[in-house]
Nanobody, 125 residues
Framework: QVQLVESGGGLVQAGGSLRLSCTASGLTFSRYAMGWFRQAPGKEREFVAA?????????RYADSVKGRFTISRDNAKKMVYLRMNSLKPEDTAVYYC????WGPGTDRESEYDYWGQGTQVTVSS
């Protein structure tokens, strides 16, 4: 049974930092591109960042987080991380990690095969 479990969310002031973690189990982690998505209240879920596995970890970011967020992965630990710096109130959302079998690190939600339950990030102004 595949499980993705996010952690590291919380309440932070604007300008602060958080690091989200996602622990995978029940899958051969190195075969999966990993992505982070988020959903703010009243809005649709949107792409944040993705990292591949087959091309030395190529990364992709939403324009809204470029230069502030960094995605990384540790295949040995079966974990993917999202380092978030210079947080803004508009970053407030539930953050989800997702896995895409041999994926290209796409920003398309429909391409991902497995999803976590999410972790809440709240940025106060």
């Amino acid at each position: 049974q595949v499980q993705l479990v996010e952690s590291g969310g919380g309440l932070v002031q604007a300008g602060g930092s958080l690091r989200l973690s996602c622990t995978a189990s029940g899958l051969t982690f190195s075969r999966y591109a990993m992505g982070w998505f988020r959903q703010a209240p009243g809005k649709e879920r949107e792409f944040v960042a993705a990292i591949t596995t087959w091309d030395l970890g190529n990364t992709r970011y939403a324009d809204s987080v470029k230069g502030r967020f960094t995605i990384s992965r540790d295949n040995a630990k079966k974990m993917v991380y999202l380092r978030m710096n210079s947080l803004k109130p508009e970053d407030t959302a539930v953050y989800y990690c997702a896995a895409d079998t041999w994926g290209p690190g796409t920003d398309r939600e429909s391409e991902y095969d497995y999803w976590g339950q999410g972790t809440q990030v709240t940025v106060s102004s």
